[in-house]
């Protein structure tokens, strides 16, 4: 049956029937066309979705195509194969080769060919001693070459007495690339058909130019979506839906499209999903809805969708049937209107999610730092009734000095005191003004608070309150009531002092707490006072420092070596070497391979000899060469700013350049997975710290608008590509919510130069924003530019400002002539070699490709060479990343705490020295060992 099925005179009418009843479902759900285009075969549905054509013309012209296109098969063998390069590289392949013709165009980087079996045979070897690579297609024939040329003398006569009208929405054919009005025009291109190449990625182009901004694919799940992107890849204002997925799904696909249709702007009604005698009013229980923002837990928030220009129109494409194989079409809904689209698009989280679901990874680092807190508590003195105050830890203010507890309890009125203290506590940490805060919220589902906030918050507690121990059942989701609760039930020295609320607006303070009973005067110490403890006084007995050996002791038990400091014996390029053996290497950030390239090393040589080892010197005094002078300027014109300055060392760029520049008063916005050199300089600086949810523009603009008014600055520091996730940021969102309240932004590009914009300009020239939108652009020299180091560029008054005030920079020696010259030396030849960024582009496509094909989660990577592969469990991801190192393949593993433990994963750097044959052997071992895992019990 499944053969009868794919074949081409059954294939082509049976998936024009099933793209027209999806298009008429979708009518019926309220989203319909603006402009229409398909790819191949699903040209003539997309033509009967325009009303070019009646849908049952539509049918029968597929009948007798599928039975001339069969007819002209007989006795001809053919095949397809898509090429992943550009066209005039596929055109240079194919000279020389008979009987192979370039059929189907469908993006920047893919040429699908069409031929007999030995000139395909052919082409494939011409291309693997290129290292292009090929993937054969599951066809019936060569479609779209001359080889099919006799089908069209028949469609052509049939074509003459078939009724063909003029399309009433705006048509795109995908063989002339261009629209079509008149049916005359379409009858021409219908009859060559069969033998003409399909321009499929000018097609888009010409749907872009009309207006073109949301498509949509009918059927096939996203398989044209993915060219679609590609095509527009410099264009930020585009969306791809696709309606169904890649397998039956039980139409969740649909419902997810239509739930991301409405976000859009689309005014979608599913009540066609349901039959009219069968819809039933339901009473829904009230939901308690506050006036806040609310997070959805144990999902990572991903990008926000960012509405479409209102003048956009909305594309309905149709996909390709190449024999046996339906590809799919896609489609455009309409533009949105001019309010700002919801937030969070539904497929962000299950529709079933618990809202009071806990997230695990914060609960987990709040009970060790709860354990840990608690060993601290367990060496001071025990409070009794009889027992005098003790001397409180150097840390506290002389407000936390414990009190002599009467045999009395407490008196009543002491909670309130307590609340006021917690409340401010709070209200420090989080942003929020007291006004604001309820005794119900939830601090991390509610509040924001991250690990480190948590931290933050117990550890003031605990210094204001040291008698107070920790208990798990409070800080499980803790809320502001629990943790009075618990404060008051414990400490009899509740009433203690309200700490300051610091903020640059007009504060709303919390109230005064009642005057705490004096404290009894301290005994004078005994001549034999005990001396204080070892985890005091020794940093080996730190509790930190005696955790962190537990856990590597642990390791040593599983059995495994340590993954961690391995040395690597020579220059990291797609190998490496580990004990005098060469491993295949995904451990590497040296994107474009200019690491190890002799031009750059040469500079670097040649630095040494004329300027030295070290400059010896701050830039200030007389650490200045003429190279930083060179680097710094052609830095700046390849970020798009007036200036820059660069700095001895990446990660103490963004936290000197942070900690200067804002402090007691203001306020900065980080997203969640925000680099640590950026959460050390929100430290460094004394600001109020805020994560906002991952990507998530709109949960950023709900939380400026409830606290923008109570700082003065605000910074909000984003990632260009995220290391760990390979992402990239929403930055015409956060532009925009940054003009909107009045803020700072400061884009850190570390894994964004030289790897994504057409010609690795960064995450600026990928969405072709106007580089002054930003007030900072920070990046590291290590990665792309080769090289070790930071900088930091924008305006050159900001610029200049830093050179003369910025710690990091007045106070430390400039960087090295070699280093210096090893990055500008990077530098020049990625302006001169940007088909290195084009190929390291290519590389990371195809691996995610496998990879996603393997089953392999690989989280949000996307169009970036960082991928992670997403194991789940720290043990297993150890287990996993030795199994590969014992294959010949090293990548690291990123375990917890860097990570949820349900996000423990082994990371890939991909890079430009990578082949195919690489990608794809390394790929397979993964898969492999993956599978192993799966299936072999744990020790």
Not at 69 to 96: F, I, N, P, W, Y
Not at 185 to 207: K, N, Q
Not at 351 to 358: E, I, K, L, V, Y
Not at 641 to 646: D, K, P, S
Request: net charge negative; proline share 9%.
């Amino acid at each position: 049956m499944g053969r009868r099925i794919a074949s081409t005179e059954v294939c082509q009418p049976l998936l024009g029937t099933v793209q027209i009843a999806a298009t008429r479902l979708l009518a019926d759900l309220g989203v319909r066309p603006e402009l229409v285009l398909g790819h191949s075969v699903g040209e003539f549905a997309a033509a009967a979705a325009a009303g070019a054509l009646t849908a049952e013309d539509t049918v029968r012209l597929l009948v007798h195509r599928g039975a001339t296109l069969r007819e002209a098969e007989s006795g001809l063998r053919g095949g397809m194969l898509a090429v992943q390069t550009d066209k005039e590289t596929c055109r240079r392949l194919v000279t020389g080769i008979d009987d192979v013709w370039l059929a189907c165009f469908n993006q920047p980087r893919q040429v699908v060919v069409s031929g007999t079996p030995q000139g395909l045979a052919a082409m494939r070897q011409v291309c693997a001693e290129a290292g292009v690579v090929t993937v054969a297609l599951d066809v019936s024939n060569a479609f779209h070459s001359p080889r099919l040329a006799a089908a069209d003398e028949r469609m052509r006569a049939d074509l003459t007495d078939r009724p063909v009208s003029s399309p009433v929405l705006p048509f795109v054919s995908s063989v002339s690339a261009a629209l079509c009005t008149d049916p005359g025009r379409l009858r021409e291109l219908w009859g060559r058909h069969a033998s003409a190449p399909v321009r499929f990625d000018e097609a888009v182009r010409t749907a872009y130019d009309q207006g073109a901004r949301v498509f949509l694919q009918v059927t096939g799940g996203n398989s044209l979506l993915t060219s679609v992107r590609r095509n527009l890849t410099d264009h930020g204002d585009v969306h791809v839906v696709p309606v169904t997925g890649d397998a039956p799904d039980d139409a969740r696909s649909l419902v997810r499209a239509l739930a991301r249709l409405a976000v859009l702007g689309v005014a979608v009604d599913p009540r066609a999903l349901v039959p009219r005698e069968e819809r039933l009013l339901l009473d829904l229980p009230v939901a308690r809805l506050a006036t806040r923002s609310y997070w959805v837990p144990g999902r990572r928030a991903r990008q926000r969708v960012s509405p479409p220009d209102i003048d956009s129109r909305r594309a309905l494409t149709r996909p390709p049937s190449l024999g046996g194989a339906p590809a799919p079409p896609h489609a455009t809904p309409p533009p949105p209107p001019a309010a700002s689209p919801l937030p969070v698009s539904p497929e962000e989280s299950a529709m079933d999610a618990s809202m009071h679901h806990p997230m695990d990874e914060l609960l987990r680092l709040v009970q060790q730092q709860t354990a840990l807190l608690a060993r601290l508590a367990g060496a001071l003195p025990e409070h009794g009734p009889a027992a005098p105050a003790a001397d409180p830890p150097a840390a506290a203010p002389p407000a936390a000095a414990a009190v002599p507890v009467e045999e009395d309890p407490a008196p009543p009125g002491e909670p309130a005191d307590v609340r006021a203290a917690v409340l401010a506590h709070v209200a420090r940490v989080s942003a929020f003004p007291v006004s604001r805060l309820g005794d119900d919220q939830l601090l991390v589902d509610d509040l924001g608070f991250d690990s480190l906030m948590l931290t933050d918050l117990f550890t003031a507690l605990g210094q204001q309150w040291p008698q107070w121990t920790y208990d798990e059942a409070v800080t499980d989701r803790p809320t502001v009531a629990a943790i009075v609760a618990s404060i008051a039930g414990a400490s009899p020295d509740a009433a203690a002092a309200v700490p300051e609320q610091r903020s640059g607006g007009d504060e709303v303070q919390a109230p005064d707490p009642a005057p705490a009973p004096a404290p009894d005067p301290a005994p004078d110490p005994a001549p034999g006072a005990t001396a204080p403890p070892e985890e005091h006084t020794r940093i080996e007995c730190f509790p930190e420092v005696v955790a962190h050996g537990e856990r590597i002791a642990a390791l040593s038990g599983l059995g495994l070596p340590n993954p961690y400091f391995l040395v690597h014996q020579g220059g990291m390029t797609d190998t490496t070497v580990v004990d005098g053996r060469e491993l295949l290497s995904f451990s590497s950030y040296n994107y474009l391979g200019l690491a190890t390239h002799p031009e750059v090393s040469a500079a670097a040589r040649e630095a040494t000899e004329r300027f030295g080892t070290s400059v010896s010197a701050s830039r200030l005094l007389s650490g200045s060469r003429p190279l930083h002078l060179e680097l710094e300027s052609e830095l700046a014109d390849l970020l798009g700013c007036e200036a820059a300055i660069t700095l001895a060392n990446g990660h103490a760029t963004n936290v000197t350049v942070i900690g200067h520049l804002v402090g007691p008063g203001d306020l900065i916005v980080h997203d969640a997975l925000a680099h640590d050199s950026i959460l050390q300089g929100c430290r460094l600086s004394g600001a109020t710290r805020r994560p906002f949810p991952h990507n998530d523009a709109a949960a950023l603009d709900a939380l400026l608008t409830q606290v923008r008014g109570e700082f003065r600055r605000v910074l909000v520091v984003v990632e260009g590509v995220y290391s760990m996730d390979g992402d990239i940021a929403d930055l015409p969102a956060l532009i925009e919510v940054k003009q909107r309240h009045g803020c700072l932004l400061m884009i850190d590009e570390a894994h964004s130069i030289g790897t994504i914009g057409r010609s690795g300009r960064g995450i600026g020239e990928h969405f072709d924003i106007d580089r002054t939108a930003v007030d900072l652009w920070s990046g590291t020299l290590s990665k792309a530019l080769a090289s070790c180091g930071g900088y930091v560029a924008g305006s050159r008054p900001v610029v200049e400002y830093l050179r003369y005030t910025v710690p990091g920079f007045v106070y430390s020696a400039g960087m090295t002539p070699a280093d210096t010259a090893a990055s500008l030396g990077a530098l020049r030849m990625l302006r001169g070699e940007p088909e290195r960024v084009a190929r390291l582009a290519e590389n990371a496509a195809l691996f995610v490709h496998l990879a996603r094909e393997a089953g392999i989660d690989t989280g949000d990577s996307h169009r970036t060479p960082v991928v992670p592969c997403i194991v789940g469990n720290s043990l297993k991801t150890l287990r996993l990343a030795e199994a590969l190192f014992q294959q010949g393949i090293s990548v690291n593993p990123i375990l917890h705490p860097a990570v949820p433990e349900e996000l423990a994963r082994l990371r890939f750097f991909v890079t430009y020295d990578h082949t195919p044959g690489r990608i794809r052997q390394a790929v397979a071992a993964l898969a492999r060992e993956l599978l192993l895992l799966d299936t072999t019990p744990a020790a």
